[in-house]
């Protein structure tokens, strides 16, 4: 009884809070695989869907979207402890409405803040929160017990990788250290730069089967983006792909998954969503 009278209270105040962001952190096991390529042009079409998105470059000394936009920052996340600024303040606004915080080269040290400035980044992201739909984490490349933290903390994640052997392994580790951690934990799987429909199915099926078979644990294909010379016309016009030519293999295959995200078609059940910055500050206090 005390139960039940216990879930209606909670239900009642979730829905008293205003709605915050949902959090996805964009993984890959290995550099050079595009995961910022996918992270921009996939918050892109989520803004152009009218999702109010957020992302954070966490590529630490990349500075990736930076690049990828064609744009110089003011601020990076570093500053926030720096010059005493707020998250507002460090915004950056690019293409379609779309808002990104930079990463800098000392973004290392942001993974180790002492406690007091810890406060401070939870109290500015849960204020922020509450303002987007999404907010996407660039994570870099591999995995480290820091940025481990965030990927764990975030609603969901996104794994990029290739058809290529080496990426596939190291796809696969990043995944096994991941499940090692949070086996509840829900990722998705793109594969990028596919020679071929049937490569991109072929590689996803062989990941999802080394998966199931040797960690118990079920991937969520979300797409296949194909090579696309568009692609990479576009980096070096730091214009994102997707609004350097909207009809490209690639950007139609982006929103085509930012549609079947969108439209929930992806076979996924999610649990009651747990707050980013509760389960940050309780994974950060176990390290």
């Keep these: 009884m005390y139960d039940q009278a ?17 959090t996805i952190a964009v993984i890959s096991g290995k550099g050079g695989v595009g995961k910022s390529n996918f992270a921009l042009n996939f918050a892109l079409a ?34 926030l402890f720096k010059s005493g600024l707020s998250m507002k303040d460090l915004f950056t606004h690019g293409p379609e409405a779309l808002t990104y915080i930079a990463g800098g ?8 803040l002492d406690d007091e400035r810890f406060e401070y980044f939870l109290s500015q992201f849960d204020q922020i929160a509450k303002a987007y739909d999404y907010i996407i984490f660039d994570m870099g ?19 990029i990788t290739t ?20 086996k509840g934990i829900k ?15 072929v590689a996803m099926e062989r990941l999802q089967k080394v998966v199931q078979q040797f960690l118990t644990r079920k991937l969520y294909p979300m797409g296949i983006l194909p090579d696309d010379q568009q692609v990479m016309k576009a980096v070096a016009r730091q214009v994102p792909f997707l609004l350097h030519n909207q009809h490209s293999p690639a950007s139609k295959a982006v929103q085509h998954i930012t549609d079947q995200y969108l ?21 950060v206090t176990e390290r």
Excluded at 50 to 61: K, Y
Excluded at 141 to 151: D, E, K, M
Excluded at 263 to 283: C, G, H, M, W, Y
């Design 46 to 79: 989520l803004a152009k869907r009218q999702q109010r998105v957020l992302v954070f470059d966490l590529d630490i000394g990349m500075g990736n979207i930076d690049i990828l936009t064609g744009s110089s920052a003011k601020y990076n996340l570093t500053d």
């Design 6 to 22: 216990q879930q209606l209270r909670d239900r009642l105040m979730a829905k008293q809070q205003p709605p915050r962001a949902k």
């Design 187 to 201: 990722i998705y799987t793109v594969i990028n730069r596919a020679n071929s429909q049937q490569a991109g199915r």
């Design 141 to 159: 490349a591999g995995i480290s017990q820091n940025s481990l933290s965030f990927i764990l903390a975030a609603e969901e994640a996104i794994l």
């Design 105 to 112: 080269s000392g973004l290392s040290d942001f993974f180790e």
């Design 263 to 283: 439209e929930d078609k992806l076979d996924i059940t999610r649990p009651p969503a747990t707050s980013f910055v509760t389960k940050l500050k309780r994974l």
């Design 163 to 182: 058809h290529e052997p080496t990426s596939m392994t190291d796809a696969y580790a990043i995944l096994k250290h991941i499940y090692r951690m949070e």
